[in-house]
């Protein structure tokens, strides 16, 4: 990043995407995840003392964690999980593709032989309906959209990609009533929500951030 900059004059973008993998693949590891927990804490610490040479850092991930054990160097991190600016940044909205997908939209209808309305309808009830706010834009699973666009089919694309293995392991510990996902009788709030920790006895929290991390991941 040094020499990036001084051969350039600018700074770099640092991204960082799904930083809490490694701690939970060795959740069921005590003395492993905390080993992982303080190779975070350096490798953190080493971009803190880079920082004339970056522009910003973009972290993502399931969790926070514990911000004063992992993070407590980067002090000016900032939470833009729920903020409505950036609500429409890590996946396809509307306008994206009214705009620029309409051909694609074209012929996958006619391949499946119906109107052009009808399958952006299908599109939508299919892929859209996440909100990374309350009141921000909805947007839909990017890998899922654009395979069913590549394919021209509809298909649980999004699934067939992989599944969180320590999400139906935590589920499991925790007893969750999977009835709950259909009867709407999920409740909770942005504060709970946006502090999902590993040790949460809460699951909701869980299935949104998994689903975001999903989502963009």
Partial sequence: ???????????????IDEYDKPLFETMENKE??????????????????????????FITGVTKFSKVSIFSDLNHLVDISFD???AGICGITQEEISVNFRPEIEMMAARLTIALD??????????????????????????????????RRFGSFWYETGTPAFLFHRLRELDFDVRKLSDRTIQSTE????????DDPDSVPLLYQTGKDRLHG
């Avoid at 492993?32 to 850092?57: M, P, R, T, W």
């Avoid at 299919?126 to 590549?150: C, E, I, K, Q, R």
């Fill in 32 to 57: 492993l995840i905390e080993h992982n927990k303080a190779v975070f804490k350096g490798f953190f610490s080493s971009l803190k003392s880079y920082g004339a040479y970056i522009q910003f850092i």
């Fill in 118 to 151: 009808d399958c952006m309808k299908q599109l939508k009830a299919a892929y859209d309906g996440y909100h990374f706010s309350a009141d921000g834009v909805g947007v839909y699973n990017p890998y899922s959209l654009l395979t069913a666009l590549m394919k």
């Fill in 1 to 15: 990043m040094r020499s990036a900059a001084e051969k350039s004059g600018r700074h770099a973008v640092v991204l």
């Fill in 191 to 198: 504060a709970i929500l946006s502090d999902y920790r590993a």
């Fill in 84 to 86: 409505d600016d950036y």
